[in-house]
């Protein structure tokens, strides 16, 4: 039997083994709210998945992802999820996405179409940019971004309203924009092992923060 007769469960954890394949049976899982398969040698994964309309917390961290799968104009998809476009924007329900120590290039396409997502973590990754749209973000609380070798912020985080905590341990940034003074909701800021001279001049502006980090 394979693991798609599962039909009622509605957590997975099948992290630390050596997995390099995911079946795309599992679209049948349709009641799926928590999936972790971090810690594997995954490369991708079935864009079938996305079809799970309840996840709420998906963990793919230490795997060897070098995209997050994004599809255009496949029938088959288009009749199992009604949409020309299938991507990460139809977990809609996702709250928690863990993506980080990984090999992704881009940022995930659609992403801030996510509305619930309150953790988005990215770090050590091969990010060179990050879009505009993060902007969009407006429920994220946690955001990891360290460790990608983009040299510039996005200033456009500085939307990220609820923001709590950001994360850009081992960047390859200088600086910081003035713009991330607005976020007031910023409780904790991690600057570790980067290229600073000096204390970014935006941090006065965060007066919230609680926990500064910065070695």
Same mark, same amino acid.
């Given at each position: 039997?394979?693991i798609g007769?599962?039909k009622?469960?509605?957590?997975l954890? =099948?992290?630390?083994?050596?997995?390099?394949k995911?079946?795309s #049976?599992?679209?049948?899982?349709?009641?799926m709210k928590?999936?972790?398969?971090n810690? $594997?040698?995954?490369? @991708?994964f079935?864009?079938? &998945?996305y @079809?799970w309309q309840?996840l709420?917390? =998906?963990?793919?961290s !230490?795997n060897?992802?070098?995209?997050?799968p994004?599809?255009?104009?496949?029938?088959?998809l288009?009749?199992?999820?009604k949409?020309?476009?299938?991507?990460? %924007?139809l977990?809609?329900?996702? @709250? !928690?996405?863990?993506l980080? !120590? $990984?090999?992704?290039?881009?940022?995930? #396409?659609?992403?801030e179409? +996510?509305?619930?997502?309150?953790?988005l973590?990215?770090? +050590?990754?091969?990010?060179?940019?990050?879009p *505009?749209?993060?902007s969009?973000?407006?429920?994220?609380?946690?955001?990891?971004?360290?460790?990608?070798?983009? @040299?510039v912020l996005?200033?456009?985080?500085?939307?990220?309203?609820?923001?709590k905590?950001? *994360?850009?341990?081992r960047?390859?940034?200088r *600086? &910081?924009?003035?713009?991330?003074?607005n976020l007031?909701?910023?409780?904790?800021?991690?600057? *570790?092992?980067?290229?600073?001279q000096e204390?970014?001049?935006?941090?006065?502006?965060?007066?919230?923060?609680?926990?500064? %980090? =910065?070695?």
């Amino acid at each position: 039997s394979d693991i798609g007769e599962l039909k009622n469960l509605i957590y997975l954890d =099948a992290s630390f083994n050596e997995i390099q394949k995911l079946p795309s #049976e599992m679209q049948d899982l349709s009641r799926m709210k928590t999936f972790k398969v971090n810690n $594997n040698q995954l490369k @991708t994964f079935p864009p079938e &998945l996305y @079809t799970w309309q309840l996840l709420e917390e =998906a963990d793919f961290s !230490h795997n060897c992802l070098n995209e997050v799968p994004f599809v255009v104009g496949n029938l088959d998809l288009l009749k199992l999820t009604k949409e020309w476009e299938v991507g990460i %924007s139809l977990w809609k329900r996702i @709250t !928690h996405l863990y993506l980080n !120590h $990984n090999l992704i290039s881009t940022f995930p #396409e659609q992403i801030e179409k +996510c509305q619930n997502l309150i953790c988005l973590r990215l770090e +050590c990754n091969k990010l060179e940019s990050i879009p *505009d749209s993060i902007s969009e973000m407006y429920a994220l609380e946690e955001l990891g971004l360290g460790g990608n070798p983009f @040299t510039v912020l996005n200033d456009n985080i500085g939307f990220c309203s609820r923001l709590k905590k950001l *994360d850009l341990t081992r960047s390859a940034l200088r *600086d &910081l924009d003035m713009n991330l003074s607005n976020l007031r909701s910023l409780e904790e800021l991690y600057l *570790d092992e980067s290229l600073y001279q000096e204390l970014p001049n935006c941090i006065g502006g965060m007066l919230s923060l609680q926990k500064l %980090s =910065a070695m």
